[in-house]
Structure formats: C-alpha cells, structure tokens
C-alpha cells in the first residue's frame, strides 16, 4: 500500500501491505504495517502491528 523512508541511505523504513490467502478453503486478509531497520547493510524485519 505504501511506503516510509527506506532508501539507499535510509537506516530504517516502513512497509503497509494488504496479504491474502486461503485457509479451510476460506479466504482472509490480513493488514500489517511492518518496521525494517538496516543492519550491516542488510533490511531486516524489526516488528509491525496489525491495525
């Protein structure tokens, strides 16, 4: 959905995304707003929340 910060010279950033699947044949959705930090020049997943 969208996007905070995260770039080349970021060291941390935000993601929002919508995720859908299947369980038992049902479908679900489920909305998270993710936070990466940069470690040793890698991205990695710090926590989210689930509004």
Avoid: I, N
């Amino acid at each position: 959905m969208r996007t905070e910060r995260g770039g080349l010279l970021d060291a941390a950033g935000t993601v929002s995304f919508h995720a859908h699947y299947r369980h038992g044949g049902r479908p679900g959705t489920v909305t998270e707003h993710s936070r990466f930090v940069r470690e040793d020049g890698r991205w990695v997943y710090l926590d989210g929340d689930q509004p």
